[in-house]
């Protein structure tokens, strides 16, 4: 019954993860040519290039959103609620200090940032006050704030937090839709976008008081031994966390500075598309985390190994693809998306989408050792990654412009972070390193060349017309994908499984 249980709570979460996720995606797919057509390629580079650099003063959480998550897990599992409480105080009341600090750091650097950045006189205004806002978002609001998002995720109660943020979502989307449409520039935008996150996170506050069993946050329960074991956690989980904006937001400030504020508008889109697709792949690791916390405690080894070999072969398929459709259908879907100027995004796009799509298993295995004690490793390799990003990145910019920049992201990926953070979980879990090839990539790319032929041979026959016409276009060989994957590649036990579950439904 517990196992059923477990597997049922996982579903219904990572179903629900799917759904917000779709719904965020659909939103944005439209929401972005409609901000580029209102404010234009120029300003949607500048609106892309100030969050790119609020992402870095948001690394001001040090990685403590992650430990929240496992103290809220591991204490839902041994009901050691006391402990939980004075972590969870420690950690609230350290984020009120840092989001004034880093507040104050956010204010100085403004002085410097347009010309730091050589933004256009006529947009130095506009970007200052953007950035200020954007930083009381992401500052003010989030780092203290996302406490409560991450005690009702490490409780597991992830569905109401999907619910919630699609509800922010279509705020912040309905309003910038409406005000944009009456005129409202961008810095009006950034107002909208900050009141809408706001609210969002009330009411994470108001779910995390109502539906957590006796939770307490109080300044009397600050103490210094707690402090202590959240930064030896949160430390590590910072230099991580790093990695992933460095993979990310340096990518803007570089292109910003070496090919300008047009070029950021370009590389943003292609790299929204391919966030997009790992935020997809996503869904369900993020859906692990505190399941990972549970088995620890209970010292499952079994199940987190098919967690980093079977279930790594579930989720990569997503991502495959996503990518193969972009190999075949980049340029279209950009030319029909955001207008002709952003198919000189179409090869970044091909390279990024890559990077991302190898990464899936990555994901997972990275997840498995954070959360089970090895989080000084994934840090380690994390600074690794950081450094071969930038240094190829800085290398290829001024030679391959958008392609040198991507071609960072995908070396960092593939020859460190996957090969690096695989290698070490293949060990701790006691299975040899080629069943990643065997059991994972194997499996999954071999059907890719059958997506990509048919999507060729669509589009040769028959020259795509709309951007309704791209995803048209695209089914035939997704289809053909899953059909070979399901075919040859899904363990007999999963089919059984599955289409048991058909029958009974049916004989109801």
């Known amino acids: 019954m517990k196992e059923i249980s477990r597997v049922r709570r996982v579903s219904i979460n990572a179903v629900t993860n799917f759904s917000r996720f779709f719904i ?6 439209m929401l972005i040519p409609f901000i580029i057509r209102n404010l234009g390629q120029e300003i949607y580079g500048l609106w892309t290039l100030s969050f790119s650099v609020i992402g870095f003063f948001s690394l001001l959480d040090f990685g403590f959103g992650l430990g929240v998550v496992k103290w809220t897990g591991e204490a839902r599992v041994s009901k050691d609620f006391e402990h939980r409480n004075y972590m969870l105080s420690t950690v609230f009341f350290i984020y009120l200090g840092i989001a004034a600090v880093g507040m104050a750091l956010l204010v100085g650097f403004s002085f410097f940032y347009s010309r730091l950045f050589v933004i256009p006189s006529h947009l130095q205004n506009a970007a200052v006050l953007v950035l200020i806002i954007l930083g009381i978002r992401s500052l003010a609001i989030q780092i203290p704030m996302s406490l409560f998002k991450g005690i009702l995720f490490g409780e597991q109660k992830i569905a109401l937090t999907n619910i919630i943020q699609v509800f922010g979502t279509l705020t912040y989307a309905g309003s910038a839709w409406l005000f944009l449409s009456q005129g409202v520039g961008i810095v009006g935008l950034a107002v909208i976008n900050c009141s809408a996150f706001l609210l969002e996170n009330i009411l994470y506050l108001v779910m995390a008081f109502a539906k957590v069993s006796e939770l307490t ?28 904006l460095v993979l990310f937001n340096t990518d803007a400030m570089i292109i910003q500075l070496f090919l300008g504020i047009s070029s950021v508008g370009l590389y943003g889109v292609a790299l929204k598309i391919a966030g997009y697709t790992l935020a997809l792949s996503k869904q369900v690791v993020n859906v692990l985390t505190p399941l990972i916390s549970e088995l620890k405690v209970n010292k499952e080894d079994s199940s987190i190994r098919f967690l980093l070999l079977d279930l790594s072969r579930y989720i990569m398929p997503v991502g495959v693809m996503l990518a193969g459709t972009v190999y075949v259908f980049g340029n279209d879907l950009l030319r029909y998306w955001v207008g002709e100027d952003f198919t000189a995004a179409g090869l970044p796009l091909v390279i990024l989408m890559t990077a991302l799509m190898l990464a899936v298993p990555q994901l997972i295995a990275s997840s498995v050792l954070t959360m089970t004690g090895h989080h000084k490793f994934t840090a380690k390799v994390s600074v690794v990654s950081i450094i071969s990003n930038l240094l190829v990145s800085l290398l290829l910019v001024k030679s391959l412009g958008l392609v040198g920049i991507a071609l960072g992201t995908l070396a960092s990926s593939v020859f460190t972070t996957i090969a690096g953070t695989l290698w070490k979980a293949a060990r701790l879990y006691e299975f040899p390193f080629y069943r ?43 289809l053909a994908y899953m059909a070979l994957f399901w075919a040859f590649f899904v363990d007999r036990k999963i089919k059984l499984q599955i289409t048991g579950k058909f029958r009974r439904r049916k004989t109801r």
């Open 24 to 29: 965020n995606m659909i939103i944005t797919f």
């Open 436 to 478: 990643y090839l065997t059991r994972v990539y194997v499996p999954v790319l071999l059907p890719l060349p059958v997506l990509m032929g048919v999507g060729w041979g669509i589009a040769h026959f028959f020259p795509v017309v709309s951007l309704w016409d791209v995803i048209g276009k695209a089914v035939p060989g997704t």
């Open 217 to 244: 946050l109080s300044p009397g329960k600050v103490r210094k031994r707690y402090m202590k074991e959240a930064v030896s956690f949160s430390f590590y989980s910072f230099i991580t966390a790093v990695s992933g």
